[in-house]
Every structure is written in C-alpha cells, then in structure tokens.
Nanobody
Framework: QVQLVESGGGLVQAGNSLRLSCAAS????????MGWFRQAPGRESESVAA????????????YYADSVKGRFTISRDNAKNTVYLQMNSLKPEDTAIYYC?????????????????WGQGTQVTVSS
C-alpha cells in the first residue's frame, strides 16, 4: 500500500530555514503528483505547494500558495522516492502541521480533495 512519511519538522526562530522531506513507498513515485499542505490550530487546511509527476506537460511543473511564493521551494528526487519542501525566511504564521500528499494523476493540483494518499504530518513551529 502507499505510504508517505514526513520528516524534518521542528522549532525554529523566525527568519530561519527548515527542509521537510517526504519518503514515499508503494507507488510509481515518478508519475505521481506530490503536494504539501498545512493546517494550523483553528484554521482550515491550506495548500502550500505541489509538483507534477513525469509527463510532457507536468514534469517540473510546480504550484505555490501566494503566502509562500519566493520563500518555499518544492522539489523531488525520483531516484529516492522523496519530495522536499525547502522553507526559507520562516514566519510565525507558517506554524502548522505539514502534510505530504500524493495523487496518481501527474498534474500538480492544489486541491486537497484530489489527493487520496496522505502522510501523518510533521509539526513546524516558528517562534518570533
């Protein structure tokens, strides 16, 4: 079965960086679109970034929420079945549980309801 395992979360001061990783198994990783989502206490789940799977129109295609553009970078290593989220210039409002998600379609959708596979989440806390 599909398994997604996030790592790399933690407590950092505002302005610093973190890199999240999501190791995937049980799927043909390179063809799947991968996404990062987050949920803060008392707030709705938010799409953070997504990256396309292999395909003429989707390979390398990315999506970013306006709130993280220019600060976060999503990337993938298909040889390692891993997707990354590099988070720079972190702000207290980035504090949330970050989830990795996968969808068999290669299009990097920002919609959480289009991702059937989810990891358990990793906590990111940014102090001011």
């Amino acid at each position: 079965q599909v398994q997604l395992v996030e790592s790399g979360g933690g407590l950092v001061q505002a302005g610093n960086s973190l890199r999240l990783s999501c190791a995937a198994s049980g799927l043909t990783f390179s063809s799947y679109a991968m996404g990062w989502f987050r949920q803060a206490p008392g707030r709705e789940s938010e799409s953070v970034a997504a990256i396309g799977g292999s395909g003429m129109w989707t390979a390398g295609r990315t999506y970013y929420a306006d709130s993280v553009k220019g600060r976060f970078t999503i990337s993938r290593d298909n040889a390692k079945n891993t997707v990354y989220l590099q988070m720079n210039s972190l702000k207290p409002e980035d504090t949330a549980i970050y989830y990795c998600a996968a969808r068999q379609d290669s299009w990097p959708s920002p919609r959480s309801d289009e991702y059937p596979y989810w990891g358990q989440g990793t906590q990111v806390t940014v102090s001011s």
